[in-house]
């Protein structure tokens, strides 16, 4: 027997075992009812026992490994076909000298990186001209650590591009 | 035969509540076509307030009151980059964000509003020393306070811890609601699911770019299948004549299925650096150039955790009290799931009024 079979089985034995552990707790469930309940409370408890018996076994089911197994599955088939439909898309649109997606994500990922090598200059700036004030001022000079930005909390300055709007009426 | 052996006849009792079930079916069903109308009529948001910082796609919102604020530190809600954040002002009697605004706090909340497809390249730090640094020097600026408190749900507090570490002198008090810190826990099935054997966050994030809203709804539900799929329309059914009863539950309905996008990249930090390696305990999670260090941490803190949290477990948050530096800590557990801590009835009667005094005795 070769591993996939192997695996289909074990896979096959995982899931006939949250049935027949589902059946026998919602079996349970229906003996522990009062012969005395009329039918509505009595459906009702029944219903209860069940749904608890259910919810317990498939919870069991998903921490198991089999179930995480044919996650994975799913979900590299779905990336598979994502990609696919993406290089596709890319493809019929270079075809026609358009623009596609993975042209504008390429280009976002350049400005990213041309703005974080600009934001972290001007960080690296921002340390200096604060200790240059200090030394201007006659203050404590701060160690080496401070020269390289290490003590200073850090923080991206954006205020150029906030927007800050006054009071813009009330919101419900 | 007399009255009392008919009403004790254990087939008048079957007959009898045959009928009542049958006529109670009946009004249900003709509620049904109402419904619609009920449904769209759902507001989010009970709390007035007013936008008073723009930044890219977020926005800063300040509740309005008609008392001046009592406390001068202002205290700043961080949600989570996963759904909308008026789930903290669901309702008027269900809201977190009254409970503050009525005990006199100044009151900020970030909405970091949904990310497009060209935001899936920003980063954990983008938003920790990018949007959210730039919101707690505008709300200090704005008050004239030198310092704020932050109340962090979720993913939020999680961020909100990353925050605190990294720029402690700014924060006065951190208040984290069911935030996840110590990933090494299997109490939760994320845990299991997020796997590296399991699950390629890698080759997810670049084929997807932003973690598509559906794909994250589709997991919550998968978390309780039975509960949410089955039990929970089962039970709207039952109670479909009880108005209010309806008008709770598509107030919740709305909010749990108005799901957003999460940018890629955080996703991918997220998932690898918290779920994969939990690197936050370990101090050795990087933000940007720098790296988080809990004990850096020495603010008080009150960590709100929910006893049957199925997306955030106990066990997840719990470790936090221990990895800080802070001498001021406290843990409050509630009976209710990740929802119901912020909008359960038990939480919004004993939890908030506790967390209020908390941050009140602290100001």
Same mark, same amino acid.
């Given at each position: 027997m070769n591993d996939t079979t192997e695996n289909a089985f074990e896979k096959a034995a995982a899931f006939q075992k949250i049935w027949m552990d589902t059946f026998t707790r919602m079996a349970q469930s229906g003996f522990s009812l009062s012969p005395d309940s009329t039918p509505p409370e009595f459906l009702r408890q029944m219903r209860s026992g069940i749904f608890h018996a259910l919810s317990k076994s498939w919870e069991e089911f998903m921490r198991s490994p089999q179930f995480t197994e044919s996650m994975k599955g799913m979900m590299d088939n779905a990336i598979a076909f994502r990609k696919m439909s993406n290089d596709f898309l890319t493809g019929a649109h270079h075809t026609f000298q358009g623009t596609a997606r993975a042209d504008i994500d390429s280009l976002m990922l350049a400005l990213r990186h041309l703005e974080t090598r600009i934001l972290d200059r001007v960080e690296d700036i921002s340390t200096r001209l604060d200790q240059l004030e200090q030394r201007l001022d006659g203050a404590p000079r701060n160690g080496k650590a401070s020269a390289h930005g290490k003590n200073v909390p850090p923080q991206r300055k954006r205020k150029t591009a906030a927007r800050r709007t006054k009071a813009t009426g009330k919101q419900s | 035969m007399t009255e009392n052996t008919t009403v004790n006849n254990p087939w008048f009792r079957w007959q009898q509540s045959l009928l009542d079930e049958g006529f109670a079916n009946m009004r249900r069903m003709s509620r049904i076509p109402f419904l619609w109308e009920k449904s769209q009529a759902v507001k989010k948001g009970a709390t007035p307030s =007013? *936008? *008073?910082? =723009? =930044?890219?796609?977020?926005?800063?919102?300040?509740?309005?009151?008609?008392?001046?604020?009592?406390?001068?530190?202002p205290l700043i809600f961080v949600f989570a980059l996963v759904n909308r954040p008026y789930i903290l002002d669901l309702k008027e009697n269900r809201s977190v964000v009254s409970q503050?605004?009525?005990?006199?706090?100044?009151?900020? $909340?970030?909405d970091w509003g949904a990310p497009q497809h060209?935001?899936?390249?920003?980063? $954990?730090?983008?938003?920790?020393?990018?949007?959210?640094?730039? *919101? #707690?020097?505008?709300? %200090?600026e704005r008050t004239g306070a030198p310092q #704020?408190?932050? $109340?962090?749900? %979720?993913?939020?507090?999680t961020m909100s811890t990353m925050y605190t570490a990294l720029h402690q002198r700014k924060v006065k008090n951190l208040m984290l609601l069911a935030a996840g810190i110590d990933f090494a826990t299997r109490d939760g099935l994320l845990n299991f699911w997020t796997d590296p054997n399991a699950f390629d966050v890698d080759a997810f994030v670049d084929a997807f770019g932003n973690a598509p809203a559906e794909f994250l709804q589709a997991t919550f539900q998968l978390l309780k299948p039975v509960q949410n799929l089955i039990e929970k329309p089962i039970?709207?059914?039952e109670k479909v004549d009880d108005?209010?009863? *309806? =008008?709770d539950y598509f107030t919740m309905e709305t909010w749990l299925n108005d799901n957003?996008?999460?940018?890629?990249?955080v996703f991918r930090e997220f998932v690898k650096c918290l779920y994969q390696k939990n690197l936050l305990v370990k101090n050795r999670m990087p933000v940007g150039k720098h790296t988080v260090d809990l004990r850096k941490i020495t603010c008080p803190i009150l960590n709100i955790m929910a006893q049957a949290d199925d997306l955030v477990p106990c066990a997840q948050s719990a470790p936090f009290n221990d990895l800080v530096s802070s001498r001021d800590r406290k843990s409050i557990v509630v009976p209710a799931g990740h929802i119901g801590l912020a909008v359960g009835s038990k939480a919004q009667k004993e939890a908030w009024p506790e967390a209020c005094r908390w941050l009140a005795d602290r100001n």
């Open positions: - | =007013e *936008v *008073v910082y =723009e =930044e890219d796609r977020l926005k800063l919102l300040h509740y309005l009151s008609d008392a001046k604020p009592r406390y001068k530190t503050f605004v009525k005990s006199g706090f100044d009151t900020y $909340l970030i060209a935001d899936r390249h920003l980063t $954990l730090d983008d938003y920790i020393n990018g949007y959210m640094s730039n *919101v #707690v020097d505008y709300v %200090c #704020v408190n932050i $109340l962090g749900y %979720c993913m939020g507090g039970n709207f059914f108005d209010k009863f *309806v =008008e957003i996008a999460v940018p890629g990249e």
